[in-house]
């Protein structure tokens, strides 16, 4: 099974290929001893994919999510997104990485308490540099697409848990980022609240967003088109499967 | 991220806490308060001191020959003793001054003390006495409002005529007609020739309770020895005129008085400049104390407001980190906070700026200071307050834009 080409160091991605990681590492230093989260992860994304991250607890799927989010820098290997080498750029060129290419949802939400859903949905079209007006058009549009059409001046507290997470599913949605990244997006959410989470996901995927999430739930990682495995930041398995 | 974004942003989480907001705005707001305050204060005894309060004591261009100064603040006892050794400035003393003068000059003779005048059963205590000549009206700026002022016959003959202040007439006389009523002074009746115009109040002393009445007529007895006046007042039509006349006042009294070049005078001219030079010490001393207060409260109101914006750094840890995470550069978070502490400063500057005014205009209906309001001082107050805000906000700022998204976001 072939999913990728053969890419050595010193190559560019084929054009349809989103993500690539060569080699990828991440060491931590601990004062002395070293932690090594990654230890040379070579992966490839295509367009339109829907990868599920799985493994045990400690085996770096977090620190990969990170890397792939541009939140991180690695200690080695490549990292290309979108046809560009990101994994040498600075903490400036990042952040419009982050802005423009991204859409983020963390486990937590992550939402500002104090701000209304519309607002929090704006944040990132504010470092977009965008005016008031459009910002808000594209944000009441992007808190449609998730089905919050009705709750865009509530509060995060005004909101119930699964709700919460589409508005920062909104959040991600409203630049139109090359990656969705998720890192278990589920996982402070009852099961049937999961499975409307799920639904939306799936939904995005149909329209032609490319979903990356990492999850320890296999009927969670059931949605997905393909499942990575990790084990001590190694690729364990890498399988397709029947959505 | 826009800069009036910032600021919004800046508002909405100063609102959110406002205690600890208005508690941080303190010391900003009393240093730029106090700064405005002081300025107009200062700026109201400057005028004070130089228009009303030296011109009335010695007058504008004006010269006064004496024994001695008459505005003395912080004189040694051993100087003083020297003083009272001096020969008086006689009558003949004075009219040599006056007539040896070449640069055209109004000069009148003074001599004054505290005595009671009475009139109808009533009293007015320790008015201002004075013998003078015919000139001296027009010297002081005193103006007659009723009646005439008396004339250089008069002033020569020494007849018994009085011009007296307003105060003195509203309490002898009660609203009737002074003019040719006749007053005691010193137990010797004077005839009411004039009234002199409302003078007003000097740090809350009234300017009208005084009588003038001709150097030669009885008055003299009660005011000076017989044959001597306190002052001849020169007074010239310039400041060059009058260090001309001065000179020539100097040789004519140094000749008089034979003294050899090596030999100080032993007489004093004195002019307003003394007075000034008096205000200009407290002046420096302000100088120094002023800017001190004023600096160490926006200090103090720096570090409080920087102490505020640390700690909302490290609440807002998380936020900083989401922001980062959605697209925020270093510059956007450091504009963020930089823009909240200098809108927390601008704040408290703002409301200082209004306070320093409420108190400049609440000083001049209360006090008699003539405080008055400079643009400037508003400016340079606001001005300081922002200041102070970008200079205590740099630091937590940079901190903020320096955090790593990552650590950022994990925190509790
Ligand atoms: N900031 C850090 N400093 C030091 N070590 C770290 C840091 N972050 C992660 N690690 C270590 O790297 C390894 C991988 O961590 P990571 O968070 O990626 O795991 P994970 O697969 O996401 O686990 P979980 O399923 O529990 O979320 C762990 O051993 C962890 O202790
Ligand atoms: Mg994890």
Redesign the pocket.
């Known amino acids: 099974m072939s999913l990728a080409q053969q890419f050595r160091t010193g190559d560019t991605p084929l054009p349809d290929i989103i993500i690539l990681t060569h080699k990828l590492a991440?060491a931590?230093?601990?004062g002395g001893e070293v932690?090594?989260?990654?230890r040379g992860v070579s992966l490839q994304i295509r367009r339109n994919e829907y990868v599920a991250i799985m493994?045990?607890?400690?085996?770096?799927?977090?620190?990969?999510?990170?890397l792939i989010g541009c939140l991180d820098t690695p200690t080695g290997g490549e990292y290309w997104l979108n046809g560009q080498k990101v994994s040498d750029l600075g903490d400036d060129a990042l952040a419009r990485i982050r802005n423009k290419e991204i859409g983020f949802v963390f486990?937590t939400f992550n939402l500002l308490p104090r701000a209304t859903a519309l607002h929090n949905v704006e944040l990132p079209l504010i470092y977009a540099g965008l005016g008031a007006k459009e910002r808000r058009a594209q944000a009441a549009q992007a808190l449609e697409r998730v089905g919050l059409g009705d709750r865009m001046e509530h509060r995060p507290n005004e909101l119930s848990g699964g709700q919460r997470q589409r508005v920062a599913i909104a959040r991600a949605l409203v630049n139109d980022p090359s990656i969705l990244l998720a890192?278990?997006p589920t996982g402070n959410l009852d099961s049937a609240t999961s499975g409307e989470i799920m639904e939306v996901f799936g939904a995005l995927h149909r329209q032609g967003q490319t979903v990356v999430m990492?999850t320890?739930e296999h009927d969670i990682a059931a949605h997905a088109a393909r499942v990575v495995t990790?084990r001590d930041?190694l690729v364990a398995t890498d399988q397709r499967q029947a959505a | 991220m826009a800069f009036l974004e910032a600021v919004r942003l800046a508002l909405q989480t100063l609102r959110a806490q406002k205690l600890k907001s208005g508690f941080s705005l303190i010391g900003v707001f009393i240093g730029v308060a106090f700064f405005i305050g002081a300025w107009s204060i200062t700026n109201g005894i400057n005028v004070y001191m130089t228009e009303k309060f030296a011109g009335t004591i010695i007058g504008v261009n004006t010269f006064h020959l004496r024994r001695r100064p008459n505005f003395t603040p912080n004189v040694s006892d051993s100087m003083w003793r020297a003083w009272a050794r001096r020969p008086r400035i006689t009558f003949g003393d004075a009219e040599a001054v006056a007539a040896g003068l070449t640069v055209p000059v109004l000069s009148a003779w003074q001599s004054s003390d505290n005595v009671t005048i009475e009139a109808n059963g009533k009293q007015v205590r320790d008015a201002d006495v004075t013998g003078a000549t015919e000139r001296y009206f027009e010297i002081k700026n005193l103006p007659i409002a009723q009646g005439r002022a008396f004339s250089a016959q008069e002033a020569r003959s020494g007849v018994p005529v009085v011009v007296i202040g307003s105060e003195v007439a509203d309490k002898l006389f009660a609203g009737r007609d002074p003019i040719g009523k006749s007053v005691r002074i010193g137990g010797k009746p004077y005839r009411v020739i004039g009234v002199v115009e409302p003078q007003g109040k000097l740090f809350g002393f009234s300017l009208d309770r005084f009588a003038v009445a001709p150097a030669l007529s009885p008055v003299q007895d009660l005011v000076n020895p017989p044959g001597v006046v306190d002052a001849l007042i020169v007074k010239a039509g310039s400041v060059a005129q009058m260090r001309d006349a001065m000179a020539e006042a100097e040789g004519i009294m140094r000749s008089r008085r034979h003294l050899r070049p090596r030999q100080d005078n032993n007489f004093v001219l004195e002019t307003s400049e003394g007075v000034l030079e008096f205000w200009g010490g407290i002046q420096r001393i302000l100088f120094v104390f002023g800017p001190a207060l004023v600096s160490i409260s926006l200090v103090v109101g720096g570090i409080v407001i920087m102490n505020i914006m640390l700690m909302a750094v490290a609440e807002r840890t998380r936020e900083i980190g989401l922001r980062k995470s959605l697209g925020a550069r270093r510059r956007d978070i450091m504009r963020q906070f930089l823009a909240e502490s200098v809108t927390l400063a601008g704040l408290g500057g703002a409301l200082g700026v209004v306070t320093g005014v409420l108190l400049t205009f609440a000083l001049k209906a209360v006090s008699p200071l003539p405080t008055t309001l400079s643009g400037v001082s508003i400016v340079l107050g606001l001005m300081l307050g922002g200041l102070t805000g970008i200079v205590a906000g740099v630091y937590p700022a940079s901190r903020a834009a320096r955090l790593d998204p990552?650590?950022a976001l994990?925190q509790e």
């Not at chain 1, 932690?35 to 990654?38: F, N």
Request: no cysteine; charged share 25%.
């Open positions: 991440r931590y230093d601990m932690v090594r989260a990654l493994g045990p607890s400690g085996s770096g799927k977090s620190t990969l999510m990170n486990q890192d278990e990492v320890h990790l930041g | 990552i650590v994990r």
